[in-house]
Each structure stands twice: as structure tokens, then as C-alpha cells.
């Protein structure tokens, strides 16, 4: 398996303009997660999907952040509309079966600029 | 709230030597906990999970320790090299299947 996929790797996107990230699990993986990287705070959990159902949203940090995952295979994450302070390196995760027993393995991420 | 904390920030050292990092855990009621590797501009690897029934695991010169009890978790490198120089994060998998994260120790290994 090629490991999971991000696209784009980078995007710079003007203030105010929608961004739409994507993300292709491991195949067989049913947990998929979303998170966020940066200096001053780390990685943040954004939210998880198990089954393609989101479990857990908490992390989403505005109404302008939304994710979907219509089937197994792909995920997105959207933000509508953009702004400066989502500037970040956002990842996407995948695990098999409980994530409390296996390990997550990451994607390369996608390094957002907000100008 | 769980909150992991990894100290230094960043660590330099000479090539061959061993060394120790350090991740110290506010909740003990964990799962597991996930040693990462991260270089520049790339995503994260995983290095070694250690179940919270298990004490420690071992990967090549990688050695992790657990102790759940006290909140603390260690990643052991032998013989350092050139090539381990990155950034290495320590995940704690608690409540709701959630990871939650350390900032990570920069190590820069000098040859």
C-alpha cells in the first residue's frame, strides 16, 4: 500500500477563499483522523471519522471548518473562508480497527498559507 | 485533559553517543502511547507503540520504556547517528481513541 495520501501538498490560497484538503486512508484502515500542526501549538486532533461516520468533532475549531468522508477510500477537509490564522500543516491519519490497540500512520501532510 | 509534555525543546549531541528523551503524561489512564519520528517539511513516522500493559519495546537501536504509573515515557537511541537528527513526538492514546500530543525534541546528531 502506498500509505495514506494527502493532496495538495502545499496550497497558498488569498484570505477569504474556500480550501478544500483531501486525504485517501490505507486501504482496509476504519479510523481516520484529522489534525493540525503548528509552532506555537502542536498537533491538534481536528476530528476523527470511524467507519466514515465522525465520531468525534470537538477539535474543529470554527463553524468555518467542515469535514466529510462520503466512503472508505477518501476524506476532506474544507474551510470556508479562509483566514490568515489557518496558515498550518495540516495531516491526515489512518488505523485499523481499535486505535486504542494499533499505530496511526500519517500522511505527508498539506502546508496551508492563508495570504 | 491530558496534556504531554517533552523536555528540552531540542537536544544536540556528538555522533555515537547514547541518549535518553524524555515524555512525561498528566493521565495515566491510557491506552497506549506512540513514539514519532518527524523530519523537516515531511509527515510523521511511527517508531514504536507500547500497549499500557507493556512496559517497554524495542526497534533496531530504539528502545521505548512505559511507566503509566508515574506518567513518564522514554525513547532510548544507542550509538547515535548523523542520520537520526529530526524531531521526535510522543503520542498518548486516552479517552475516545483520541492522540494527543507532545511539541517534540529536536535532535541534532553532530558527526
Known amino acids: 500500500d502506498a500509505g495514506v495520501i494527502q493532496s495538495p501538498r502545499h496550497e497558498v490560497t488569498e484570505m477569504g477563499q474556500e480550501v478544500t484538503l483531501r486525504c485517501k486512508p490505507i486501504?482496509?484502515?476504519?479510523?481516520l483522523f484529522w489534525y493540525r500542526q503548528t509552532m506555537m501549538r502542536g498537533l491538534e486532533l481536528l476530528i476523527y471519522?470511524?467507519?466514515?461516520?465522525?465520531?468525534?468533532d470537538s477539535g474543529m475549531p470554527e463553524d468555518r471548518f467542515s469535514a466529510k468522508m462520503p466512503n472508505a477510500s477518501f476524506s476532506t477537509l474544507k474551510i470556508q473562508p479562509s483566514e490568515p490564522r489557518d496558515s498550518a500543516v495540516y495531516f491526515c491519519?489512518?488505523?485499523?480497527?481499535?486505535?486504542?490497540?494499533?499505530?496511526?500512520?500519517f500522511g505527508q501532510g498539506t502546508r496551508l498559507t492563508v495570504v | 485533559k491530558q496534556e504531554v509534555t517533552q523536555i528540552p525543546a531540542a537536544l544536540s549531541v556528538p555522533e555515537g553517543e547514547n541518549l535518553v528523551l524524555n515524555c512525561s503524561f498528566t493521565?495515566?489512564?491510557?491506552?497506549?502511547l506512540q513514539w514519532f519520528r518527524q523530519d523537516p517539511g515531511k509527515g510523521l513516522t511511527s517508531l514504536l507503540l507500547?500497549?499500557?500493559?507493556?512496559r517497554e519495546q524495542t526497534s533496531g537501536r530504539l528502545n521505548a520504556s512505559l511507566d503509566k504509573s508515574s506518567g513518564r515515557s522514554t525513547l532510548y537511541i544507542a550509538a547515535s547517528q548523523p542520520g537520526d537528527s529530526a524531531t521526535y513526538l510522543c503520542?498518548?492514546?486516552?479517552?475516545?481513541?483520541?492522540?494527543?500530543f507532545g511539541k517534540g525534541i529536536t535532535l541534532s546528531v553532530r558527526p
Open positions: 491519519a489512518s488505523s485499523f480497527l481499535n486505535p486504542r490497540a494499533t499505530e496511526a500512520f
Open positions: 486501504s482496509g484502515h476504519d479510523y
Open positions: 471519522f470511524n467507519n466514515n461516520v465522525p465520531i468525534d
Open positions: 493521565d495515566s489512564a491510557i491506552y497506549n
Open positions: 507500547i500497549q499500557s500493559s507493556q
Open positions: 503520542a498518548v492514546n486516552g479517552a475516545n481513541s483520541k492522540l494527543t
